[in-house]
């Protein structure tokens, strides 16, 4: 099968050199999402902002990403995909560095909202490059190669952000972007050809800033939910409105449109429209779970930084190794198969957490477990970006490469903000539960002398312990959850066509 000419090779010819460099592109992106996290409060005092204040450093982010995503399809066919990608590779670390120059918490929002505006097109570039570059036969060992990036960044960054800030700095939490950028450009500049352009396509104001609005909105209530208590808030209803108003808005106005911001044809694709569903999954079970683990192990275990990024490590290990071998099963059964299986193993994980892990837990139940989510990860990953993308005509997957990190990015953020809510939540009932049998009467029971009930540091000693009970049953009630939500997710793959038995024409033109 033959690509169109605008697609078919590198300039160098060289596919490795292109792989490394939309590689290193990616990894950049995707660790620069969860490593400043850690950094969080030694920057707050270096740039002397409050608590709520410093959140906005991360908000600002996620926030101008999401926006700006879903216009990587329309540059790239505007002003050329190569001219985009460089574009995005200078202002996303030259933003890095400006971050880690900052002296302000305004400037170093300011510079977070640049960062994320060009961060934003580099991993679905990044995946449409692969994509055209490789022939189809070896499109699942190159998503193999791009989506360890994917998948162990997240993992990563935490892990790298607090030794970067316990030994150096915070700042060098984005000086370190800079290398890593200067090489990635290089490569682009090396390996890559520039595409066609495509200067008929009008540009729809209006469905572009319905998108954004809803995105935004969305957004800022998943961040800012938990800080705010949820509906309680007046700021949270109001962005929960903006949100709607903004999607309503867009999905009538694309239903209605001539030109609509997103081609319509993207959603008449079977494969893409269930990968969007699966993917949005995936993005929950990706950041959902790590999300989960560094306030069990650092506030309940009381691990270090550094421990806590040492026992997480192996799930990165088992998506890496896992992923070479999923690349390869791509090209020789059905692709659907090894989804499911990855699906099976990651629900087994979640589980396993469920049972094994408990106050009195060794390391050896977060690696173990760990790395066994790991597997199901890697190996859902690879052939879910080579199935969605397999019936799609080439001149489409740059704009489906944006949408569908996107519903990997939606789905990591609402992943997140409904674990975090319910963990707060189940805190507070179990502790009410289980405090409900603390009684005057305890005295009766072997209770180590520090839980004296009859006295004031004894009670407090008490309740922390209660505390301290009452999350562990609240992380494995969140466990238990990821697992349901996994499971009933797993279905949705009989929605995907073997790509095998549907004949793709070459360069199949878009229908306007």
């Not at 800012?224 to 867009?250: H, M, N, P, T």
């Amino acid at each position: 099968m033959t690509e169109p000419a605008a697609w078919r090779a590198p300039l160098l010819g060289n596919r490795f050199l292109v792989a490394v460099a939309t590689m290193l592109a990616t990894v950049m992106q995707v660790i620069d999402q969860t490593i400043a996290n850690v950094a969080l409060p030694r920057m707050q005092g270096g740039l002397a902002a409050t608590q709520d204040q410093i959140t906005w450093v991360l908000t600002s982010y996620i926030i101008a990403a999401a926006i700006a995503m879903p216009l990587t399809g329309w540059l790239s066919g505007r002003f050329g995909r190569k001219r985009i990608f460089l574009l995005s590779v200078v202002g996303f670390t030259v933003a890095s560095v400006c971050c880690g120059a900052a002296q302000s918490l305004a400037q170093m929002v300011a510079f977070r909202l640049l960062q994320g505006v060009c961060g934003a097109a580099l991993v679905p570039l990044s995946q449409a490059i692969l994509l055209d570059v490789f022939p189809r036969e070896q499109r699942g060992p190159a998503m193999a190669f791009w989506g360890v990036g994917i998948m162990a960044g997240p993992i990563l960054g935490p892990t790298l952000g607090g030794w970067l800030t316990d030994n150096w700095d915070w700042r060098w939490v984005f000086y370190i972007n800079l290398p890593v950028g200067a090489l990635a450009w290089l490569g682009i500049v090396l390996s890559i050809e520039e595409t066609a352009l495509d200067r008929d396509r009008p540009f729809d104001f209006f469905g572009f800033a319905m998108l954004s609005l809803g995105m935004g909105g969305l957004q800022m209530m998943l961040d800012r939910g938990e800080l705010k208590d949820w509906f309680s808030s007046r700021e949270i209803q109001v962005e929960a409105a903006l949100a709607a108003l903004g999607f309503y808005s867009f999905i009538v106005h694309s239903l209605t449109a001539r030109h609509p911001f997103l081609h319509p044809q993207l959603f008449r694709d079977r494969n893409l429209v269930a990968g969007l569903i699966v993917s949005f999954v995936v993005g929950i079970m990706l950041l959902a779970s790590a999300a989960l683990l560094p306030p069990l192990l650092q506030g309940l275990m009381n691990f270090p930084v550094m421990t806590t990024g040492m026992v997480m490590a192996p799930r990165g290990i088992g998506t890496a190794i896992v992923m070479v071998i999923a690349g390869r099963l791509v090209q020789r059964t059905d692709a659907r198969w090894i989804i499911f299986v990855g699906f099976l193993l990651t629900a087994y994980s979640l589980w396993d957490m469920a049972q094994r892990f408990s106050l009195q837990m060794d390391s050896w139940s977060v690696i173990w477990t760990g790395f066994v989510q790991g597997l199901g990860l890697g190996l859902v990953f690879p052939p879910l970006s080579t199935i969605a993308f397999a019936t799609l005509p080439p001149a489409l997957r740059t704009e489906a490469a944006g949408i569908f990190t996107l519903a990997r990015s939606l789905g990591s953020s609402i992943g997140v903000s409904v674990v975090m809510a319910t963990l707060t939540a189940n805190i507070q009932v179990v502790h009410a539960s289980v405090a409900a049998h603390v009684t005057p009467y305890l005295h009766r029971l072997a209770l180590p002398p520090l839980w004296n009930p009859h006295s004031a540091a004894g009670i407090a000693a008490l309740n922390l312990e209660v505390t301290r009970q009452a999350a562990m049953v609240a992380f494995i009630d969140d466990f238990l959850l990821m697992m349901v939500v996994t499971l009933a997710a797993a279905p949705l793959i009989a929605l995907m066509r073997n790509p095998r038995r549907v004949a793709v024409p070459a360069g199949a033109n878009v229908v306007e």
